[in-house]
């Protein structure tokens, strides 16, 4: 009864201002991440704060968190000034965050997790009662665990659900979470919000970044729109909708899209699929795994001049190594690997991006970009010896180049001489594709590139892909997200535990089939032919 | 208390701003200050130990020369650590490239000791650097086949090469006229360095000068200077774009060995004049102490090598003028650490 009380020090009265932030000013190189930024979150609302790639959301929802610094702007608590120094601060006023990556000790339990959050965590810890504490908190608010369970065992919804429970045994009234449905399935979605509700009944207060509008819609009391560092604008739930947000986002031009063409030059798969001569070929291609990896087995596959072909399947199932594989940074233990027509099997990776083959990693900063360096610096990477003036670079036709292939596809024109550190997610996913794709390539593998991305930018860079498809170039298209390979593949395949689990031609697929094999449940007869 | 805080920041922010030259101005006189104290309590005369140093190394042309002659080997076995570690290598062994340098030079010297200086002189140069960078290649290779780390490689080797040394001094090298001493015969004129303004200021200093100013703009202002610096910053990366790591590894590492190997061929040829052992007291530890000091920065590591030039004159003149031991200089260089490790961790904190 005791922990009970001691959770309660707060007004369950709804309405009551817990943080007002004013004039957040915060700057990254060039680069205003909050410029001016006025922001209040009230007891008992769930508050969605929504934006495009770069707007600010995580650069507000970290300096709420006190973990970085504004340069000019207060914030208030409660009604009073309170500098967030550090994230013990914001903790010890009641503020919690969820990361996207979350922040649990794998190897631990759910109740030691979340005694090591404790801010009073006694010498010896009495794990009956802190046991009762999680039981009593999850039962209330929906956020069924097993305390004893290791995290490591548990599935991402749940994990987030210890996360959640975390904050809550350690006092805190405001709920920061970045980005909490990414990683969901659509029913753990559900969960969620309906976890939020209960919250929110009870007097604390939700923010939640996203870039999913319907989620918005479906969940908050109030919807803060941010674009280019700045607030676009506030709305209460009974005063938005989809339209009406979209055009807060994108000022006023959502259907204005860039990297457009003509009408015909949609993402979409083409009408009649004639190809052209293999670009890529595995046969039967298999590779050894160590530690977490997935061991490729039996792999045959083909990538043809002027087709996109899909490869559908949860994460974790070979992907990275398929992508891997091709991109010659691991071997073949058994079959071959064909480019262009060349045993491809032995050569470097150097020599496979050479014949023009281009790489769109899934993480772009731990794994196409030195975060260290400038954005230039980072685009005359990967481009072997093409802007080579005797020992030194030819930065002008590199600028031009890449200026060029922003230019292209629509991109905005970062800061050249800035260290690609200072970028947003989304445009150092730009600026990665727009390198990759300055040269022309005849083949693109491309994993998860849309992953991340808001809206308006997903779409261009289906376009892109499509474009790039019709005009000769072969696509690997490696995506989590079926709605995008259903629209863009000319033919899908299915990766599931390190093999092709189905091949289908575009339109001899359906979301059952392609779900049921994805999930290992695909019953043989389901497996359609090209 | 937020004013006495912001002004903390404020003062931190000044010195964060200082040109590079005040940092190391400010970080000495720190480090002086704090050995003034340990002086002190050794009952010793800070001002008057200060001054005796400032007398034999600022106060005449001689001392002055010998800081200088001190440098060279000092600086080129910085550059051979600052090198490597653009691509995250860590070079912990320049102290026994040095001494391969020096013994494939003095190998050099040795067989051919009729040839004339114009020949002879950048043979021994060549012979010097292929002894380092070959020394120093094999923990690249073991490195880059993922076999051994290269700092342990390194580390280890250093305990080796004045063991092949010894056995050439006492055995096949020893030389007849002084047979009894463990060293060579003394070099022929055509394989001495020359000297400069009466001094032992030798030619090595343009050796470790372009080596410097070699490092700096191959790093900075060439192609491969881009891709090195992307495999120190992210090496996952760089391998998926193409840049040929294990080739990388094993060359940064054969330069930076070889020039670690010119220092070892300019003290035997230019100052010892022969192959003897001990013949460095240590100079590639303090390379690498200064490389990682100067944090790979060419200017710094040039101001860098000029304070430890000072700091290890410090205990030969405070042996002689105040009785101390020579070990005292140890005392300094740690203090020093401490001041450089302690600014480093408060600026870290203050983010």
Redesign the interface.
Known sequence: MIWIESLLPMSTETGTLLIEARGIVKRYATVLANDHVDFALRGGEVHALLGENGAGKSTLSRILYGFTQPDAGEILVAGRLAPLRSPHDARALGIGMVFQNFTLIPALSVLENIALFLTNLPPVVRRGDISRRIRRLAGRFGLSVEPSALVRQLSVGDQQKVEILKLLLADARVLILDEPTKVLAPHEVEELFGVFRTLKNEGYAILFITHKLREVLASADRITVMRQGRIAGTRARGEADESALVSLMFGGQADQIPGSGSADTTGGARAAAHTGAALLELRGAGTRAAGSETALRDIDLAVHEGEIVGVAGVSGNGQKELGDLILGLRSARRGSKILHGEDASRWSIGRVRKSGVAFVPEDPLSMAAVPGMSVRENLALGTGRRYARGVTVDWRLLESTMVGSFRRFGFPVPALHAPIRSLSGGNLQRAVIAREMAHDPRLIIALYPTRGLDVMSAVAVRRLLGAVRDSGTGVLLISEDLEELFEMSDRLLVMYGGAIAGEFARGKWSADVVGHLMTGSGRPDGKAEA | M?AGLSAAASVRRVISRAPLFLRYLFIIALALGIFALILVAAGKDPFKAYADTFAYTFGNVYGFSELIVRMIPLLLTAVAVAFPARIGMINVGGEGQLYMGAWLASGGALALSGFPAWALLPLMTLLGFIGGAVWAAIPGILRAKKVVNETIATLLLNYVAPMIISYFVFGPWRGVESSSYPQSPAFSDGARLPSFFNTRIHVGLLFALVSLLAYWAIVE????G??M??IG??P?????????LVLYMVIVMAIGGGVAGLAGMGEVSAIQGRLRQGLSPGYGFTGFLIAWLAGGNPLGILLMTFLFAVITSVGDILQITQGLPYSVVNILMAVILFVVLGRRSVRRASR
Do not use: C, D, H
């Open positions: 937020s202002k060439t192609r491969w881009v891709q610096r992307a910053g992210n996952e990366a760089a391998e998926r774009l193409g840049i040929p």
